[in-house]
């Protein structure tokens, strides 16, 4: 849609007030109030100075701006009163004004099938940028080039502190697993010392193995090997 018709005002025309600056007009949210000059915006209209002395200027609501803000599009109305559509929908509230008036229904109507035809475009980008033929392209790409090393502090600063989803997780073990290769300093468990699970406690096969107590227990239970269970011996005076 091109921006004048975005922007067309339906129910004017609409005429600054006849005015002189320091005379006074009749705001219909104020009462009477002096005015202090008239804005440089496509439609001239009074204004006085915020509180405050910040230099900003406040629109006096009036008028045919009143007219306009209750039937004419936020859109519009912004861009003829040069304001923010913040504004007009503050003037708006203070009016009691519908937040869908006449002309913000008739411009969502012109609006609608370009706004649907852009919706339907993205959603094919989308799709298109998560696709596997795409991804299959990009590794290809990049297969076999070596990661640059600010590339590789970027990526790490970025991943401190976050934490993987349990899909993301079980996708990396399955990837290492095809691979063969383990966590960085962890060795892999022998024959021999697997088969000494259950044999004896967890804390003589973490001497026997150089690991830890937790790393023993873990793969007991991972396993499901029972633990060894102690038992006093018989007394025979009993």
Not at 48 to 56: I, L, M, S, T, W
Not at 110 to 123: F, G, S
Not at 146 to 153: G, I, L, N, R, S
Request: proline content about 7%; hydrophobic content about 35%; charged content about 30%.
């Amino acid at each position: 849609m091109l921006e004048q018709e975005r922007v067309k005002l339906l129910f004017g025309p609409y005429r600054t007030p006849k005015c002189k600056v320091g005379r006074r007009l009749r705001c219909v949210m104020r009462g009477k109030i002096t005015v202090a000059g008239l804005s440089d915006a496509p439609i001239q209209w009074p204004y006085v100075p915020q509180p405050g002395g910040n230099g900003y200027r406040s629109l006096i609501p009036c008028g045919d701006l009143v007219r306009a803000v209750r039937r004419e599009s936020e859109t519009a109305v912004a861009h003829w009163w040069g304001v923010s559509r913040h504004t007009v929908l503050k003037w708006r509230k203070a009016l009691g004004v519908e937040k869908n008036t006449d002309g913000t229904r008739d411009l969502a109507s012109r609006w609608a099938p370009e706004r649907l035809l852009n919706e339907e475009t993205t959603r094919k980008r989308m799709e298109s940028l998560k696709s596997p033929e795409r991804a299959a392209k990009i590794g290809a790409a990049k297969r076999g080039i070596p990661t640059p090393d600010h590339v590789k502090e970027a990526i790490a600063r970025a991943k401190t502190g976050s934490k993987a989803t349990q899909q993301t997780r079980l996708k990396m073990s399955e990837a290492h697993k095809r691979r063969g290769t383990t966590p960085p300093g962890i060795p892999l468990w022998t024959k021999e010392e697997h088969a000494l699970l259950g044999t004896m406690p967890d804390k003589d096969v973490a001497e026997r193995t150089g690991r830890t107590l937790g790393a023993v227990q873990a793969r007991r239970y991972v396993f499901g090997v029972p633990n060894v269970i102690k038992r006093n011996p018989i007394n025979s005076d009993a």
